[in-house]
Nanobody, 131 residues
Framework: QVQLVESGGGLVQPGGSLKLSCVAS????????IGWFRQAPGNERGGVRV????????????SYSASVRGRFTISRNGAKNTVYLEMNNLQPEDAGVYFC????????????????????WGQGTQVIVSS
């Protein structure tokens, strides 16, 4: 089974940028749908994780939430079995814990909207946007 480890979170000022990484091990990401989900601050216990950006590794299809489209970019390095989320022009509402998640052969839009079962989550990395 695939294991996911996120990194790259931190404190950034409004308007700044961060690049998150999700390293997969145990299996290659071929035929997986993988994405980034945000859990808002103050909701650490049982809070909803909302899809931000997702990628169908098989066909390259992507899905972005309306609030991040044009600012965030999801990408993959196959050789490193790693998925990235480049976040630009960060705003306070982007803050939270970002989780990497993956499911085998899921429709990317259904996956990002949490309308499919997510089979694996990473441990999360925190993003703080504050001046």
């Amino acid at each position: 089974q695939v294991q996911l480890v996120e990194s790259g979170g931190g404190l950034v000022q409004p308007g700044g940028s961060l690049k998150l990484s999700c390293v997969a091990s145990g299996r290659t990401l071929d035929s997986y749908t993988i994405g980034w989900f945000r859990q808002a601050p103050g909701n650490e216990r049982g809070g909803v994780r909302v899809g931000v950006s997702c990628l169908d590794v098989g066909d390259g299809g992507t899905s972005y939430s309306a609030s991040v489209r044009g600012r965030f970019t999801i990408s993959r390095n196959g050789a490193k079995n790693t998925v990235y989320l480049e976040m630009n022009n960060l705003q306070p509402e982007d803050a939270g814990v970002y989780f990497c998640a993956a499911t085998w052969l899921a429709d990317v839009r259904e996956f990002c909207a949490r309308r499919t079962i997510i089979s694996k989550w990473g441990q999360g990395t925190q993003v703080i946007v504050s001046s």
